[in-house]
């Protein structure tokens, strides 16, 4: 007779962001899985619309599905809210920007099943969308930084050193490690390794568990993710001290960088994505300094950062268009998007200066 399947609590945490997150529960409605064996909670981080609204559609269909809502907080605080709410011995995580293919939740199922000394795992993220320049950089960069953070073991397993938002674990892990809600900008994930390896508590690495991670389309969406990582990173840094970080960190900068590159993706594609690498190095760095002045300095100061890190964005977005898109930009073309750029930036600080926390 087949074992009983294990009982998955899928948790989501989502802000503002209805299309995504339709497209997520489109594929977690496809699985092959016995519907009474697993549960989506949905958490909603104060995002406008609700997404209870988001989800009012035939997308939902039969799916056991649960919206909480809380005030906006974070990734970490609505990790911790789904994980409170969740009915599982097994937890998925995944970002409302990701998608998961049919097999997903069996492939969690047969995991857990075949490893039982497995509590944690990092899964297989794959880049869904070629055609999609930061997506490939993403995958570029994934795949340099795994092959300096998978370790086999002995027996026969490998072992990961970075932990992403989108992991599978057993509930009972919870009981030693927690999502930091004070890690309200971003890297709570890489806290929740920091966390895993002061206890010496493997992250197994098992690629047979595949997400989709959909990345942004536009040059500010991507750049401000990273100013956001950046200053997720500030904080990390200061809660962590001196502590060996469990990962290594990769250069992707590097003159060998790019010679990869220009291999694998031929010139031009090749130089663009080198060039988003460049840029979002230095929306990391901007993001980092911001917090650092917000956190040590007085307003005034802090708004003169801002408004260098704008004018250092704009300096970076001028020689990424004059790489990349130069033979086949128009000047006024040129001029038109680097204005939209610079206001979106300005009106994405404003935005951001006005939201709690």
Known sequence: MKPPCAFISVIIPTYSRPGPLRRCIATLASQAYPRQSFEVIVVDDGGDPPATKSLQSDVVLDLPIVVLRQPNRGAAAARA?????????????????????????????????????????????????PDNLYGQT???????????NLHPTTHGRITCGTLGGVMVARREIFNDVAFDPTLSRSREDADLRYQLQARGLPVYYEPQI???????????DYLAQFVGYGRGEFHLRRKWGATPAPYRYVTLTSWQAL???????????????????????????????YERAAWEF????????????????TFYVILFFRAVFAPTLQPAMLKQSLRSFRNDIGCKSRRSSNRPG
Request: hydrophobic share 40%; with cysteine.
């Open 298 to 313: 007085p307003r005034h100061v802090v708004l003169r950062w801002a408004r260098f890190g704008r004018l250092l964005a």
């Open 81 to 129: 809210t789904g994980l409170a709410h969740a009915c599982g011995p097994i937890l998925a995580f995944l970002d409302d920007d990701c998608t998961v293919p049919p097999d997903y939740l069996s492939a969690i199922d047969q995991v857990f099943r075949t490893h039982p000394e497995t509590m944690i795992a990092q899964v297989g993220i794959e880049n869904p969308e």
């Open 138 to 148: 993403w995958k570029f960069t994934l795949e340099e930084t795994l092959k300096v």
């Open 210 to 220: 595949r997400v989709f991670h959909h990345q942004r389309r536009t040059l500010r």
């Open 259 to 289: 010679r990869s590159l220009l291999r694998a993706e031929r010139a031009r594609r090749g130089l663009a994505i080198y060039s988003v690498l460049w840029l979002r190095r230095h929306a990391s760095l901007c993001g980092l300094s």
